[in-house]
């Protein structure tokens, strides 16, 4: 177990105790206290909030991270602003190494934060944030309706699912006591989204094969209380007819031979380009599943990517409401590796479902062109080769749809269309990609920044001025 481990481990065995209920919170408010005093000296810093962990109550020393926004000068031209990233982020990772309970550090200016704030359940608890230095910037206008706000919450919980539980239920950590105490804690964030009741002391001894059953009945009853029928549309322009399924070109196929014996409990096992489901009966008893779970864990121990675990109600609202883009994809290429084709029982999406997933990743857009390993030197050529065309992509075809009301729901139709109306920004996406290992770290997160500052200030510009629907 590494020191840093061990120390998280004494915190949180001592954490109710007297008098290190008390002491251990205080090196996170000396982090926070720290982190002010260096980043507020800078002029072109406007605004500092905390966010989520510690401006919860119930927020938990070695568990919890401190989780900041802070809020830029709008008006900064590209140099002085890449200058000013390329300082802030050096601190911060100065800082981090003392304190490394400082956790997620969002960077956003003054005119971006109103548009930000208007998208997703991060937009809606804008108004929750704790002002710690600086002018009140925050004005949320997040449109809280109920069955809205009630998908953005559920989503959020989804997100949780597939980005932290799913990857911490397949670990093999060393540190099991500490991988058990934060599947606890992310079971308990992820139904307090969802709105359903987690006992956190009942559970605090769960398994991870009993926290990830807990947590796929609690999306469930989630799924089961929400009404998205409201939001279907009489008019559906997204037309599917043209595409044909086809599996030649899945490359990665995994080995199931783990799995032979649980066949009768495993609904249907589906891959696709960049993800796989398995997807579980209905009708499994709380010991069958717990012994399915841990069969699949063990299965793909060795394999690169791990499979999306869930039953068919919750694969059902991926596909339809959280990201009707996978269905898309799904329904162009997939391979049934076993049981039957579920896809082929799932609905169409509506075109506001496209259109909202669309929009709400305005909140990523605005957040990513100033994403610490896009402005190191260190960390850009991983970034670029990993994330950057994606997430060009991803700001094109929001831009398309904002300046021109097209939405494709196929990626290579989209990406025609963004090659026939944007081929500059097409073309500089292409310079970046095909000559990262060239250019030196400096001018190449340059060039990157500049580019998705650009379109970020175009998606800005249009959420502004268009009149195309949005939610």
Not at 170 to 195: C, H, M, N, P, V
Not at 245 to 270: A, C, M, V, W
Not at 365 to 378: A, C, E, M, V
Not at 408 to 420: G, H, Q, V, Y
């Amino acid at each position: 177990m590494s020191i840093r481990n061990l120390i998280r481990t004494t915190v949180l065995k001592t954490n109710s105790i007297f008098p290190f209920n008390f002491l251990n919170r205080i090196p996170y408010h000396i982090a926070l206290k720290v982190f002010i005093l260096i980043f507020s000296s800078y002029s072109e810093i406007k605004s500092i909030y905390l966010r989520h962990g510690m401006s919860k109550k119930n927020w938990v020393p070695a568990i919890s991270d401190i989780d900041i926004t802070v809020i830029i000068d709008g008006h900064l031209s590209f140099e002085e602003e890449f200058n000013l990233l390329k300082l802030l982020w050096d601190k911060f990772d100065r800082l981090k190494k003392i304190f490394p309970m400082l956790g997620e550090v969002d960077i956003l200016n003054e005119k971006e934060i109103e548009k930000w704030s208007a998208f997703t359940i991060r937009g809606y608890e804008t108004s929750k944030w704790k002002l710690l230095y600086g002018k009140e910037v925050i004005k949320s206008n997040y449109v809280n309706e109920a069955n809205i706000l009630a998908i953005d919450s559920l989503n959020f919980a989804l997100t949780n699912y597939l980005e932290y539980f799913l990857p911490k239920f397949y670990s093999e950590d060393s540190s099991g006591y500490l991988i058990q105490k934060e599947l606890t804690r992310l079971a308990f964030k992820i139904l307090r989204y969802a709105d359903v009741p987690f006992d956190e002391s009942r559970n605090k001894a769960a398994n991870k094969m009993e926290l990830l059953s807990t947590v796929i009945k609690g999306l469930e009853l989630s799924i089961d209380k929400l009404n998205y029928t409201e939001f279907s549309e009489t008019v559906n322009p997204v037309s599917l007819e043209k595409i044909i399924t086809r599996d030649s070109d899945l490359k990665y196929i995994p080995h199931i031979n783990g799995l032979s014996k649980y066949q009768d409990k495993i609904e249907s096992f589906i891959i696709s380009y960049t993800i796989d489901f398995i997807i579980l009966k209905d009708d499994l008893s709380p010991a069958d599943m717990i012994v399915l779970l841990d069969a699949i864990r063990n299965s793909f121990k060795s394999e690169p990517r791990k499979p999306v675990i869930l039953p068919f109600k919750i694969f059902e609202y991926m596909l339809r409401i959280y990201n009707p883009f996978f269905y898309s994809q799904l329904h162009d290429q997939r391979k049934v590796l076993s049981g039957k084709d579920s896809f082929n029982k799932i609905t169409q999406p509506d075109f506001c479902f496209y259109r909202k997933t669309l929009a709400d990743d305005v909140g990523n857009i605005f957040l990513l062109q100033r994403n610490k390993s896009l402005i190191q030197d260190k960390t850009v050529r991983q970034f670029i080769g990993n994330e950057f065309k994606s997430i060009v992509n991803r700001t094109l075809f929001l831009k398309l749809y904002l300046g021109k009301a097209i939405l494709e729901p196929m990626f290579n139709d989209s990406l025609d269309e963004c090659r026939k109306n944007y081929p500059g920004q097409i073309q500089k996406m292409d310079f970046i990609l095909n000559n990262c290992k060239s250019l030196d770290g400096e001018n190449l997160s340059k060039d990157a920044f500049m580019l998705l500052r650009t379109l970020t200030g175009d998606i800005y510009n249009s959420l502004v001025s268009s009149e195309v629907p949005v939610n």
